[in-house]
């Protein structure tokens, strides 16, 4: 109570200082009033990979206790990672784990409640299907999809399952983004004209796994189900390991970042999906064998659909040979910027009054005001629990004891999916790619987007 006394008295210095804030999360006493919250949540992980060991576990373990949830199985289809994920649960939670050779074995133990989807980009979804098929809630990372067979397939399985399901788009739980969509959809900010996204780094390592690919061998892992229903091709221990590289085991650039960010702008607006995608690149620096680009440039036409926009366009860039690793979101309307790398909403290239008043207008210039900084990005898979995963590893604990829908329901993920989907189909065919909203397919030079 004393926390919870402090927390609110900080939120409401806050918002009388001029800082737009997100709403407050529930707090202990909240669960003793949920039918249930004293049963035992049992999770198991699926995929014992480097996003799992390093955001959802650290999240997880800030808030198990308090919200009653245990890990009891580890599903890998490698042995390595299979007992080191048995190895390292034991060791956190001080009890046996079950170590399961695939999500069959996992699920037929009949002991899981919800699991953690950590695996391959292109499986997501499909292992998504399985877990609400089992009876399961899922936290599923993102892209959520990477075709529309899989987007398509998996809205259908978790709809008709009624299963809590959270996309990994960690964003959606950040206090400052939650503010930038308050202040957004309360009309304040006017029409969006443009957003521009942008994300660069400069790690030739950056999803590469050279010390583990030499140690994969064939006969420790099952390579059929790995590839799942992508065409079949002969064991490669790099597109296992270093699947982020090659398609159609991963998109790259658009499933990992551009996911992240494009959802912003489903979010803020309402928004299903571009109108259109056009895109260029390719691979500029790093000559290491794979085949998804290391530069990337994209530009989506979304609108007009509600009061927020009359339309307007999305840029997204992204290079892997220069940068920060400081993601860029910008969002500009007529009278100034909103900028989630900031945190500050500004009259900044807004309509000035000499310019206004050649026109006959009346000047239009956003307030100085700022964000709350609670949720700052930290763009790195391998960061240790940052707030923004631990914030929303709990909003997905929370809504799997109340059953209401998280903050980044399988909506969102199939949202993004087309906008990465729609991405990946101008790059491969260099053709604008569009989206068909009766038949729910991306189209690319007239004809339907498969690999």
Known sequence: MKSSRRLFIKQAALTGAGVLVAKVGWTAKSYSRIMGSNDRVN????????RHKNSHLPSFMNHYKELNFDIVAVSDLWSKRREEGVATWK????????????????????????????????????????AVRAGCDAYVEKPFAETMEDNRAALKAVKESGKIIQI??????????????????????????????????????????????????EEDTDWKRFI???????????????????WPYSSGLPGQWMSHQIDTVHWFTDLKHPRSVV????????????????TLTAAFDYGPLNDLTSGFQV????????????PSEIYYSNGGELNLATNKISPKGGLI???????????????????????????????????????????????????????????????HSIANIMTNAAVHTGFKATFDAATQEVMAGGKVFKY
Not at 43 to 50: L, N
Not at 200 to 207: G, H, K, M
Not at 230 to 245: G, I, Q, T, V
Not at 315 to 321: D, E, I, L, V
Request: aromatic residues 10%; proline residues 4%.
């Open 91 to 130: 060791g956190k939670m001080g009890h046996d784990i079950i170590g399961c050779r695939n999500n069959e074995e996992l699920y037929d133990q009949k002991t899981v409640d919800a699991v953690f989807i950590g695996t391959a980009d292109f499986q997501h979804a499909r292992h998504t299907i399985e």
């Open 43 to 50: 999770v198991g992980v699926i995929g014992f990979s480097d």
């Open 168 to 217: 990994g788009s960690q964003r959606r739980s950040g206090s400052n983004y939650q503010a930038a969509n308050d202040f957004i959809k309360s009309g304040k900010f006017g029409p969006i004209t443009m957003v521009e996204l942008a994300w660069n780094v400069n790690q030739p390592d950056r999803w590469r796994r050279p010390a583990l690919v030499g140690q994969l061998k």
């Open 353 to 415: 009054k000499s310019h206004a008043e050649a026109m006959n207008m009346q000047p239009n210039l956003l307030p100085e005001l700022t964000l709350s900084a609670a949720g700052k990005v930290i763009a790195s898979a391998n960061t240790g629990g940052d707030i923004l995963t631990s914030n929303h590893v709990r909003n997905w604990m929370e809504c799997v004891r109340s059953r209401k829908q998280p903050n980044a329901p399988i909506e969102a993920g199939y949202s």
């Open 228 to 246: 799942l229903n992508r065409p079949y091709e002969n064991f490669d221990p790099r597109k296992y390991l270093e699947y982020r590289l090659f």
């Open 279 to 294: 895109a260029n690149g390719g691979i500029y620096a790093w000559k290491d064998g794979r085949k998804n680009w290391d």
């Open 315 to 326: 840029t997204f860039a992204s290079r892997m040979h220069n940068g920060d690793d400081d």
